[in-house]
Nanobody
Framework: QVQLVESGGGLVQPGGSLRLSCAVS????????MGWYRQAPGKARELVATITRSTTNYADSVKGRFTIPRDNAKNTVYLQMNSLKPEDTAVYYCSYSTYWGQGTQVTVSS
């Protein structure tokens, strides 16, 4: 059974940083691509970043501010978010194939 469990969301001031974690079970984690998505109120879910075994891709809106490292020994993928802006406020979801985590709220506000 595939499970994805996110953690690390919260309230942060503009310009601040947060690191989201996604613990994955039920797959051979090291061999699989992972992604982070987000959904702001009233908006469609959008892709934030993806990582394969060695390649990363980012939405234009987060390039240079977010990174998506993974720790295969811990079956965990992260989303390191720096220089956060109010428009980054959203529920963030970890994804593998057709599976989704429960989401974690990130709020950027002063």
């Amino acid at each position: 059974q595939v499970q994805l469990v996110e953690s690390g969301g919260g309230l942060v001031q503009p310009g601040g940083s947060l690191r989201l974690s996604c613990a994955v079970s039920g797959i051979i984690f090291a061999f699989n691509a992972m992604g982070w998505y987000r959904q702001a109120p009233g908006k469609a879910r959008e892709l934030v970043a993806t990582i394969t075994r060695s390649t990363t891709n980012y939405a234009d809106s987060v390039k240079g501010r977010f990174t998506i490292p993974r720790d295969n020994a811990k079956n965990t993928v992260y989303l390191q978010m720096n220089s956060l802006k109010p428009e980054d406020t959203a529920v963030y979801y970890c994804s593998y194939s057709t599976y989704w985590g429960q989401g974690t709220q990130v709020t950027v506000s002063s």
